[in-house]
């Protein structure tokens, strides 16, 4: 259960790598008389170790700050406090890594040039509302993550359909990841019915389309 503060006031944590940039994310958060600040880190260790501590409702996560890859860091810090409302603060606009992190679990996907009405709007709507989810992003992206509207793939899925798409075998895809043929063929049918394909070549053709993996020369093999 996510921590309550004595005036029941909304929890915040707040972890990016610029001391400076905390410091003005505390005063435009703390100018609102319900929300206060819990705690503050710098990198990945740092953030999941804190959440632990405080059990903040809400997590202001920068995209980019040393440590673990964001989508891990999410993952652990979830995993220590699964009652955390996760918002991602980021410079970039790209419907790849968005996709990443909504699979994730984060609640929130915020570019750094969004207003200060709009950040403190977007802590108080995804505490209000445990399922909702905010993005303030381009239209493109927008566009790009709801392209495969049937569901989307999960960290793992993405890993596999990526060495699909360099036309790896189910064998070699099992030995890459270290995983069994028979959990490879598992993630390849939940691909298929993700993503409404009737084919491996289908499947990475709409993954690319959708920007959910990377165009890759064709792989080597093992």
Do not use: C, W
Not at 37 to 63: F, H, K, N, Q, Y
Not at 94 to 100: A, I, N, S
Not at 107 to 119: A, D, F, Q, T, W
Request: without cysteine; glycine residues 6%; negative net charge.
């Amino acid at each position: 259960m996510a921590a309550a503060t004595s005036s029941g006031a909304i929890s915040v944590v707040l972890v990016d790598d610029h001391a400076l940039f905390r410091e003005g994310l505390r005063e435009i958060l703390e100018s609102d008389g319900g929300i206060v600040i819990v705690g503050e880190a710098g990198d990945s260790e740092a953030a999941v170790a804190v959440v632990a501590r405080t059990l903040p409702d809400v997590l202001l996560l920068d995209v980019e700050i040393p440590g673990d890859e964001v989508t891990e860091t999410v993952a652990r810090i979830r995993t220590s406090s699964p009652e955390t409302r996760i918002i991602i603060l980021s410079m970039y606009d790209g419907p790849q890594l968005l996709t990443r992190l909504l699979a994730a679990g984060i609640r929130g996907y915020l570019l750094k040039s969004v207003h200060r009405h709009e950040l403190i709007a977007a802590v108080h709507s995804v505490h209000e509302d445990a399922s909702r989810i905010v993005l303030a992003v381009s239209r493109h992206s927008l566009a790009r993550v709801e392209a495969p509207s049937t569901g989307v793939l999960s960290e793992k899925e993405l890993e596999v359909l990526q060495l699909a798409a360099q036309a790896l075998s189910n064998v070699q895809i099992a030995r890459r990841l270290g995983l069994a043929e028979a959990t490879v063929k598992r993630h390849m049918r939940n691909i298929f019915v993700k993503l409404n394909a009737v084919s491996r070549i289908d499947a990475v053709n709409k993954a690319l389309a959708a920007a959910l993996i990377s165009p890759q020369s064709r792989g080597e093999g093992d």
